[in-house]
């Protein structure tokens, strides 16, 4: 064979081997793409995103679209090609497998988690909410977990309300540790509890109003329970409880979506909120508006990820505007879609003060991403 076919030869067979290593060879990335986005002042499944019972609420009209992104599942490994022609495309976010589920992660993990953060997103988005129009929120502290095999289990359980330790009225955290470690590890501690108790659906947490019990439960060594204790608590009495403040609300708001998790969702139920419990509301002027950003208790707004594919979504199932976090400003403006006008946000005051600008069509004055 004359050396310059066999060269050819040679080289073809090189390719073609390179080509089925990067068919055949899988890559440590997760793929993001945009997810559906959901109405917060619409319905969805028959049912509406956000009701409100106990308390007058009123019909909108236009969007306040709360966005997602669709991410692969934890298993998932691309192949060599399937990660560059993501990378090529304008729809798909091609991140390392880590940024997204941490070493060990697994779907289970993922999801559970998003449902938590959700959860604390609803409570934090009702708070908000109702602090912004002046109604008065409450707390209380419960019990969010229970160590397995610690001397609480089987006595407390998550979701019970924690009135009193050994008679002395309680309503922090510090003010239950402080309690239970007067005593020597062994003793008993009594706490006064309003028992946790399930809705209709068998899914609940409420307590049930003014039924209290004293519960009382036995006390263990902290490094009996946890052996990397640090050294200065090893010794101190526990009884294997983690405790949180959990918002009351002086009339029910219930947030109906399903499959949704994380905390992104935050500024957006808030808004909704706030337009179902305007009289004569309308917060949009019947334009659509969309947008991301967690919240806080005190309506402060935080970044988000996958802003890029969620400005895509946006524009796709019809925003003209989208409530971009300052922090996420800068992403934001190298992937903005055509006709899709970014609102930079910081806190939900600011976002109410850009939907009165967008009612009054004074949309030249709204706060913008600075390209």
């Given at each position: 064979?004359?050396?310059?076919?066999?060269?050819?030869?040679?080289?073809?067979?090189?390719?073609?081997?390179?080509?089925?290593?990067?068919v055949?060879?899988?890559?440590?990335?997760?793929?993001?793409?945009?997810?559906?986005?959901?109405?917060?002042?619409?319905?969805?499944?028959?049912?509406?995103?956000?009701?409100?019972?106990?308390?007058?609420?009123?019909?909108?009209?236009?969007?306040?679209?709360?966005t997602?992104?669709?991410?692969?599942?934890?298993?998932?490994?691309?192949?060599?090609v399937?990660?560059?022609?993501?990378?090529?495309?304008?729809?798909?976010?091609?991140?390392?497998?880590?940024?997204?589920?941490?070493?060990?992660?697994?779907?289970?993990?993922?999801?559970?988690?998003?449902?938590?953060?959700?959860?604390?997103?609803?409570?934090?988005?009702?708070?908000?909410?109702?602090?912004?129009?002046?109604?008065?929120?409450?707390?209380?502290?419960?019990?969010?977990?229970?160590?397995?095999?610690?001397?609480?289990?089987?006595?407390?359980?998550?979701?019970?309300?924690?009135?009193a330790?050994?008679?002395?009225?309680?309503?922090?955290?510090?003010?239950?540790?402080?309690?239970?470690?007067?005593?020597?590890?062994?003793?008993?501690?009594?706490?006064?509890?309003?028992?946790?108790?399930?809705?209709?659906?068998?899914?609940?947490?409420?307590?049930?109003?003014?039924?209290?019990?004293?519960?009382?439960?036995?006390?263990?060594?902290?490094?009996?329970?946890?052996?990397?204790?640090?050294?200065?608590?090893?010794?101190l009495?526990?009884?294997?409880?983690?405790?949180?403040?959990?918002?009351?609300?002086?009339?029910?708001?219930?947030?109906?979506?399903?499959?949704?998790?994380?905390?992104?969702?935050?500024?957006?139920f808030?808004?909704?909120?706030?337009?179902?419990?305007?009289?004569?509301?309308?917060?949009?002027?019947?334009?659509?508006?969309?947008?991301?950003?967690?919240?806080?208790?005190?309506?402060?707004?935080?970044?988000?990820?996958?802003?890029?594919?969620?400005?895509?979504a946006?524009?796709?199932?019809?925003?003209?505007?989208?409530?971009?976090?300052?922090?996420?400003?800068?992403?934001?403006?190298?992937?903005?879609?055509?006709?899709?006008?970014?609102?930079?946000?910081?806190?939900?005051?600011?976002?109410?003060?850009?939907?009165?600008?967008?009612?009054?069509?004074?949309?030249?004055?709204?706060?913008?991403?600075?390209r």
């Open positions: 064979m004359p050396r310059r076919s066999a060269t050819m030869l040679a080289a073809t067979l090189l390719l073609i081997a390179l080509l089925c290593v990067s055949l060879m899988k890559v440590p990335y997760t793929e993001m793409s945009p997810g559906p986005t959901y109405n917060t002042l619409g319905d969805q499944g028959g049912k509406p995103v956000i009701t409100i019972t106990g308390r007058d609420s009123y019909p909108a009209s236009g969007h306040l679209n709360m997602t992104v669709q991410v692969t599942g934890a298993k998932y490994e691309p192949s060599l399937n990660a560059v022609i993501g990378w090529l495309r304008d729809d798909v976010l091609v991140v390392p497998h880590d940024n997204v589920y941490p070493k060990g992660q697994t779907d289970a993990d993922a999801k559970k988690q998003n449902a938590e953060e959700f959860a604390s997103s609803e409570d934090s988005a009702r708070t908000a909410a109702l602090k912004q129009m002046g109604i008065p929120v409450g707390s209380e502290l419960i019990v969010k977990s229970v160590t397995a095999g610690a001397p609480a289990e089987g006595r407390l359980h998550a979701g019970d309300q924690i009135v330790v050994d008679g002395t009225a309680v309503t922090s955290a510090e003010q239950v540790v402080a309690a239970v470690t007067k005593h020597k590890p062994g003793e008993s501690v009594v706490f006064t509890v309003v028992p946790r108790v399930k809705d209709a659906s068998g899914n609940g947490a409420a307590p049930a109003p003014g039924v209290r019990t004293d519960v009382t439960v036995p006390t263990a060594r902290a490094k009996d329970l946890d052996p990397q204790a640090p050294a200065e608590r090893a010794e009495a526990v009884v294997g409880i983690g405790t949180a403040i959990r918002h009351t609300y002086p009339f029910q708001i219930d947030i109906g979506l399903q499959d949704v998790g994380g905390p992104s969702a935050g500024l957006m808030s808004l909704g909120i706030i337009d179902k419990l305007t009289p004569g509301g309308d917060l949009t002027g019947g334009r659509f508006v969309a947008g991301t950003g967690t919240i806080d208790d005190d309506g402060k707004v935080g970044p988000i990820g996958g802003i890029s594919m969620k400005l895509i946006a524009r796709d199932a019809g925003a003209e505007y989208f409530f971009t976090p300052s922090s996420n400003c800068a992403e934001a403006t190298k992937n903005t879609p055509s006709g899709l006008t970014l609102i930079k946000t910081d806190t939900l005051d600011g976002a109410l003060k850009s939907l009165e600008q967008i009612r009054s069509g004074q949309t030249s004055a709204l706060p913008s991403c600075a």
